[in-house]
């Protein structure tokens, strides 16, 4: 029986970017778990959701 070994964590973070280095920002937001989507609370006390653009500005200013 031929099985591969398990990749290790740098091979899997190695993929991992490899793939999501093609995703666009709306395809990055949409991807995230749904309890760490970026979210404001409006004035009336309901969350809004951050669009795709804000939240790749908000990472960009992070970086910097």
């Not at 993929?15 to 990055?28: F, K, M, P, T």
């Not at 669009?51 to 992070?62: C, G, K, N, P, V």
């Amino acid at each position: 029986m031929n099985t591969k070994p398990d990749p290790s964590a740098a091979e899997l973070t190695s993929l991992c970017a490899e793939i999501q280095s093609a995703w666009s920002a709306d395809e990055r937001l949409r991807r995230l778990r749904s309890d760490e989507r970026p979210t404001v609370q409006a004035a009336d006390g309901r969350l809004v959701s951050v669009s795709a653009a804000d939240y790749q500005a908000h990472l960009l200013r992070q970086t910097q």
